[in-house]
């Protein structure tokens, strides 16, 4: 076993979550790992810290703390002002060492899986990513997480033996976060960073942000799988109707007819809309992850022994060519007698 | 240059099964592919060398059974394949693959970029890439769409996709470079290549000593993830109800309960 720089007998009995920032505060997948490692902290009798790099923290610092951190170790300086992984790498290691805690969770995102990955490597440690769920055992500080294997809907235990941190890495939408409570307190660790500009080997040239599109926040969603053969142009007309995103599966994502971060499923986005219409799915448990937290799922196959109808609420055996145009009328005829 | 492409061989994803007893991966009869995402990342590769020559070699980690999934690259444009192949180096996670990778890559000696694919089809972990930089000790550009070189200042630049937008970044060589799936239209094999790439004169394979790997570090024994158990997913109860009536009347019902829960 390669020996990780610290182990599980000088690892601190806490929980760090690596926060990342989008326009309007802290990322939606922090939050939901606050979450999570709040409820863990709390099972464990261990403490929950929040890691911050940026160039003004203070604000985020104080959101972190309201949504379930202890303590917020934050590392402030210009350099820090935009991701850069020789930069943010290094500012989180030297941390890393210096709080040593059991457990390191990232969202699986660009920069969290960059940073993860990297990290996993100078601290000789293990990284489960994509995990669906996280466990603490009690006593040995132990961090058991869920993968979900390859297809079939069969989860793989895995845990680290004496290797610290325990990192992992959960995309977004798999845990649910809960709202803020401005009143409680937190303690503010302000890591002093030393960075030159020669530390950092990556320029940015140009950075051009746009509000991409969050499935994980849509109340409904209308996805395609190979049995649509590519037109989701009917599925974004449907969508406009209904104030809905367009999703798929791998399969159409992979051949280009529809846009990654549009993915549904375990190597995609997990969703909980109110209505997830599965259009032509068969239904690979790699999906399936994906809508199990709809609150009504319809599926639509033409083949009645698909296995999405084992996971639909309302089923429908027929050629989606001709029920989403006939879907189309009726939702738009029934939409102006409601007006 | 030197371009160095990682390549896994995968099962095909739609043709795994899993045993319902055992929870065990249902190997026999399933064909193999080289990995999709891979796909792109050799295509990123060939299109650096059209345009600033050089050599593309390929490694990988597996069996020599996985030889010919990997010629097929050749036949596209590659040069040569190096295959890490040794029973010790099997089981490995991430922390061993990317070191195993490494060992090879050093082999290599003066290489100037390695691409990945962005994730690989059966692991989905898509945490090598920026694993490997580290123990390359090399500059990363992760989920890159596309890249461009200035070779005379040995600088790589690449468009890093990112949520709904992108930067452009740029790192100095050698550098990993991760490249988004779909990004690009991997090219076919060339015929007239055939031949020449299928003859096993295009293959190096080079057990653990060969690279130098230091035994703690790979495989099983260099892998600190263990599974530890298995079970089955919890799976929501639905209703399975199955709507009957002409295609117009399914159409009304399903826009009924449509708007009924919305």
């Not at chain 1, 703390?65 to 303590?71: M, P």
């Not at chain 1, 601290?123 to 603490?136: E, M, V």
């Not at chain 1, 969050?214 to 209904?242: K, M, N, P, V, Y």
């Not at chain 2, 949520?163 to 690009?184: D, F, H, M, R, W």
């Amino acid at each position: 076993m390669p020996l990780s720089l610290y182990n599980a007998d000088n690892a601190d009995q806490s929980i760090w979550v690596y926060l990342e920032r989008d326009r309007d505060g802290l990322a939606g997948i922090s939050l939901e790992l606050l979450a999570k490692g709040r409820q863990l902290a709390d099972q464990a009798g261990w403490i929950l810290g929040g890691i911050l790099l940026g160039s003004q923290n203070s604000e985020l610092c104080r959101a972190a703390i309201a949504h379930g951190a202890d303590e917020i170790w934050s590392a402030e300086h210009v350099l820090l002002a935009d991701f850069t992984i020789d930069a943010y790498s290094r500012v989180m290691f030297e941390m890393i060492l210096k709080g040593m805690p059991g457990v390191l969770l990232f969202g699986a995102t660009p920069d969290g899986r960059d940073l993860a990955g990297c990290l996993a490597v100078r601290l000789r440690t293990g990284l489960n990513a994509d995990c669906t769920g996280l466990r603490i055992r009690p006593g040995s500080g132990e961090l058991v997480c869920d993968v979900s294997g390859f297809g079939g809907g069969v989860l793989a235990l895995i845990e680290m033996g004496l290797n610290r941190p325990q990192m992992a890495t959960v995309r977004p939408g798999v845990f649910s976060k809960f709202p803020p409570d401005w009143n409680r307190a937190g303690k503010l660790i302000e890591f002093p960073v030393l960075l030159k500009e020669a530390d950092i080997q990556t320029r940015i040239i140009e950075k051009v942000s746009a509000e991409g599109v969050d499935l994980t926040q849509a109340s409904l969603i209308i996805a395609g799988g190979r049995g649509i053969e590519g037109d989701f142009e009917t599925l974004r007309e449907l969508a406009d109707i209904l104030e809905g995103e367009v999703g798929g599966t791998r399969p159409p994502v992979d051949d280009g007819y529809i846009e990654r971060e549009r993915q549904i499923g375990q190597t995609g986005v997990v969703c909980s809309p109110k209505i997830a219409i599965c259009c032509g799915i068969s239904g690979a448990f790699h999906f399936i992850v994906g809508v199990e937290k709809a609150e009504v799922v319809i599926a639509i196959n033409s083949d009645p022994g698909a296995p999405i109808f084992e996971h639909a609420d309302y089923c429908v055996v027929g050629d989606v060519r001709t029920i989403l145009p006939l879907l189309k009328e009726s939702l738009q005829s029934q939409l102006v007698e409601e007006i | 240059m030197i371009s160095v492409v990682c390549v896994k061989v995968v099962p095909k994803s739609e043709e795994i099964r899993v045993d319902p007893d055992t929870m065990m991966l249902i190997r026999e009869g399933v064909r193999s592919e080289i990995n999709p995402p891979d796909m792109n990342a050799l295509e990123m590769a060939l299109s650096a060398k059209d345009r600033y020559g050089g050599q593309v070699y390929i490694i990988s980690m597996g069996p020599p059974a996985f030889v010919p999934f990997l010629q097929a690259g050749v036949a596209m444009g590659a040069d040569h394949i190096y295959l890490l192949s040794d029973f010790t180096l099997a089981g490995a996670d991430t922390l061993a693959t990317t070191y195993t990778l490494s060992k090879g890559i050093r082999k290599l000696g003066d290489v100037d970029l390695v691409f990945c694919g962005e994730e690989s089809s059966d692991g989905a972990t898509g945490q090598v890439p920026s694993g490997l930089s580290e123990w390359l000790n090399f500059a990363g550009l992760t989920l890159t769409t596309e890249t461009a070189l200035d070779i005379e200042s040995g600088l790589a630049r690449g468009r890093r996709e990112i949520g709904g937008g992108y930067q452009i970044l740029e790192v100095p060589l050698p550098c990993v470079v991760s490249v988004k799936t779909a990004c690009n239209e991997p090219r076919f094999m060339d015929y007239e290549r055939k031949e020449w790439a299928f003859d096993r004169e295009r293959v190096t394979i080079w057990d653990a000593e060969q690279i130098d790997a230091d035994p703690d570090l790979t495989g099983v024994k260099g892998s600190p993830t263990v599974v530890s158990g298995l079970s089955q997913a919890p799976v929501r109860n639905r209703k399975k109800q199955f709507l009957e009536g002409s295609p117009a009347e399914i159409a009304d019902q399903i826009a009924e309960i449509i708007l009924q829960n919305s």
